[in-house]
């Protein structure tokens, strides 16, 4: 069993006691490892309660993934993981090309509160010279589907850098690849802005945890606040 600081080598989150019901960002799918072997690397934005409970997330992720074809790309899904991986849900997993636009976004529903989690991909056409959405993939997560996590408040949004099987730095995209998160933002409240709202579109993101990097990875909050996934160290 790998230590908890090797699979998460790259965590940061920001914290809100009441709870967010919506979180939204935008990143650039990264180039492909320089070796391609047995290894699984997640990179995802998610939702967790600060008991670890469960965590909503849209996932990229690249590697052996069972029963879902080659290991070869970069692919997309949407999750929600019960604690200890009692129970999981998940969406397809649909392959997405290196320089593809991805907008995960995940909220509650305001008429019956079942969470919606989407990762919509964009991609450059070079004929119209414009961005065209090219795919998308979701997950819409019931009351029932939440069993006990129902009432649960998330009070954590995390940016997180996850790993399997790693032996060789070289099995991360090639040094200088990173993943940089804009247009970032945050609700307390989602569907209705009220009292007990809280709009945030600047992040204040800090490391969760103490962690013993493989391969000094790390991220690194730029002069406009956004944080950047670096896979090498400097």
């Known amino acids: 069993?790998?230590?908890i600081n090797t699979i998460y080598p790259a965590v940061i989150g920001t914290y809100n006691e009441k709870?967010?019901?919506?979180?939204n960002t935008t990143f650039v799918v990264p180039p492909l490892p320089e070796k391609k072997q047995n290894q699984k690397i997640?990179?995802?934005?998610g939702l967790q309660p600060k008991n670890s409970a469960n965590v909503?997330?849209?996932v990229l992720s690249f590697g052996n993934i069972a029963n879902e074809g080659s290991n070869q790309f970069w692919k997309l899904g949407c999750w929600f993981v019960g604690s200890n991986r009692f129970f999981?849900?998940?969406?397809k997993l649909i392959e997405v090309e290196v320089g593809d636009i991805i907008q995960a976004v995940m909220f509650r529903n305001s008429f019956d509160y079942d969470w919606e989690i989407r990762g919509d991909?964009?991609?450059?056409?070079n004929d119209s010279k414009e961005i065209d959405k090219v795919n998308d993939v979701n997950l819409l997560v019931t009351k029932l589907d939440q069993k006990d996590f129902y009432e649960e408040k998330h009070e954590f949004a995390v940016l997180t850098l996850e790993k399997y099987g790693m032996n060789d730095c070289e099995q991360y995209p090639p040094s200088g690849a990173n993943v940089t998160f804009t247009e970032t933002s945050l609700n307390?409240?989602?569907?209705?802005?009220?009292?007990?709202?809280t709009l945030i579109n600047d992040p204040f993101w800090v490391?969760?945890?103490?962690?013993?990097?493989?391969?000094?990875?790390?991220?690194?909050?730029n002069s406009d606040d956004t944080p950047t996934l670096y896979f090498h160290g400097n």
């Open 19 to 23: 709870g967010f019901e919506y979180f």
């Open 42 to 45: 997640n990179v995802w934005a």
């Open 1 to 3: 069993v790998e230590d």
């Open 56 to 58: 909503i997330q849209v």
């Open 188 to 197: 307390t409240k989602y569907k209705g802005v009220n009292s007990e709202s």
């Open 88 to 91: 999981n849900l998940k969406s």
């Open 207 to 221: 490391d969760i945890f103490g962690h013993d990097s493989f391969c000094g990875e790390y991220f690194d909050i």
């Open 121 to 125: 991909v964009f991609r450059y056409n």
